[in-house]
């Protein structure tokens, strides 16, 4: 056990970094990196993207992509996706110390070995997408309010208000990354309060000074962001997030049939883990904990289920929006494993504790599985590798991001921007690595000025005036992109 912080490092290491630099990037992540760039040059405030406010996300994650980048000088594949790396770690680390205080050293390994093995952990770390970085903020201000809420003692080393103060903050700066971290929060903390008669605390002076501290923070940046570019501009972004979040799409309604196939997709993505989570419902389970274990099996429950239900209901979803809520998922597979592989000669095999386990000893846990959990790491092992040795080459193959930007800048002069009107090619867009500007009418094109159009546009192209072409390429989809220049 002296050695599971290596241990646990290490696995983080392998399991995050390995694969940063593999392939191009891919789908949205393009998007990210482009608006990272615009933060070394100066633009940390809000989202730049061509040159025009792009407030559907706060400005979090583009400002994590531009410090990472710093050292490096720009913006790269790799440096785009090292916050994912870190708020991966980070949870990681923080899950491996609840686990540890509660259940001890070897269980508190284990769930830390267990709980990153996952679909969904396998395809967005490393990425240079959003969601990770979400699973950092919202883990982090959980982990501490379990920290706050649990019987620590004398040796806890700040007071509960202190962990209050610091959860709320993680809740303020997850929000300032993706808008939904405050919903993630409340829809975990509001029903483990509920279940354990404690729905007070909403109210007493600790946490609603911990929730001013943090609408403080939010509101100073959008105050900073309105003065420079208007209440419309941030208010319209927001109501559209929400309205295309929320409200059903008008040519195929509300999704009735995924009420039922949503929850299963989530399920399947944790698999095989996900299965012993359906062990934590028995009543039997429940008795081989003592108060410190069941407060821990409360808040995993409460992290995984009401967000689930939540998520399911909102009629746009993505698997991948139930991110943040894995660390529940797995941490309650994990608890189902932990009682499995009890030491099987112990009557019983239960994993009660009547006080944490801190000190080597006699193993009370794993005994009896520690074969089939090397076998487990070791199988996904393997998968990582396949991963990021065939899955990544095969999914980016024939895009050519790459060879077509080395193409458009070979053909537009340094120094000169390009422009944009519909194209919404970021791949393409990022290895261009020059300044491009959107343009909002074709009117606004002038003479000598080269820009991107797309098929549509092309055939439109009398709307801009004289045009010469200058050459015809396709972006990573296979369609026309034309780049002309005005005469």
């Not at 090619?425 to 000025?449: K, Q």
Request: glycine letters at 8%.
């Amino acid at each position: 056990m002296r050695f599971a912080p290596l241990s646990v490092a290490g696995w983080c290491t392998f399991l995050f970094l390995y694969g940063i630099s593999a392939g191009p990037l891919y789908r949205t992540e393009s998007l990210r990196a482009i608006i990272g760039r615009e933060c070394l040059q100066g633009n940390w405030l809000y989202p730049i993207l061509y040159g025009e406010p792009f407030l559907t996300k706060p400005p979090g994650h583009y400002a994590a992509i531009g410090l990472c980048s710093l050292p490096f000088g720009e913006v790269t594949s790799a440096s785009a996706r090292l916050p994912s790396v870190f708020a991966a770690t980070l949870a990681i680390v923080l899950l491996h110390g609840m686990f540890r205080r509660v259940l001890g050293e070897r269980e508190a390994l284990f769930a830390a070995l267990v709980i990153p093995c996952s679909v969904l952990w396998l395809d967005k770390v490393p990425s240079a997408e959003i969601d990770m970085s979400l699973v950092g903020w919202v883990t982090a201000a959980l982990v501490l309010f379990h920290r706050a809420i649990s019987n620590q003692g004398a040796d806890a080393p700040r007071s509960p208000t202190s962990f209050l103060l610091l959860s709320l903050l993680c809740v303020a700066g997850g929000t300032l990354t993706k808008w939904t971290a405050p919903a993630f929060f409340y829809l975990t903390v509001i029903p483990l309060l509920a279940w354990r008669r404690q729905l007070s605390l909403l109210f007493d002076w600790s946490h609603l000074l911990a929730v001013a501290l943090a609408v403080l923070v939010c509101a100073l940046w959008a105050l900073a962001v309105i003065q420079q570019v208007g209440w419309d501009a941030l208010a319209n972004t927001i109501r559209q997030e929400v309205a295309y979040r929320f409200a059903p799409k008008a040519s195929k309604g509300y999704p009735w049939a995924e009420l039922a196939t949503y929850p299963l997709a989530v399920f399947a993505a944790h698999l095989p883990v996900s299965a012993f989570a359906l062990l934590t419902f028995r009543r039997s389970f429940w008795a081989k904990w003592d108060a410190r274990g069941k407060l821990l099996l409360q808040l995993l429950h409460c992290w995984t289920w009401p967000n689930l239900l939540f998520w399911t209901l909102v009629p746009n979803h993505n698997v991948r929006y139930a991110l943040p809520l894995s660390a529940g998922l797995m941490g309650l597979g994990v608890m189902g494993l932990l009682s499995l592989l009890a030491n099987p000669a112990r009557k019983g095999g239960g994993c009660r504790r009547t006080r944490p386990t801190r000190v080597a000893g006699p193993p009370t846990a794993l005994a009896g599985g520690v074969r089939l959990v090397v076998v487990f790491l070791l199988s996904w092992i393997v998968a990582k590798v396949v991963f990021v040795e065939v899955v990544i080459p095969q999914r980016t193959a024939g895009r050519n991001a790459e060879s077509t930007a080395a193409e458009l800048r070979e053909r537009v002069p340094v120094g000169q921007p390009l422009y944009l009107f519909k194209l919404k090619d970021e791949g393409v867009m990022f290895y261009y690595a020059r300044p491009a500007v959107r343009l909002n009418h074709p009117r606004e094109l002038s003479t000598g000025a080269f820009a991107v159009l797309i098929r549509q546009e092309w055939e439109d192209r009398a709307a801009f005036g004289p045009l010469e072409l200058v050459c015809w390429m396709h972006d990573q989809q296979g369609d026309p992109l034309i780049l002309v220049r005005g005469k």
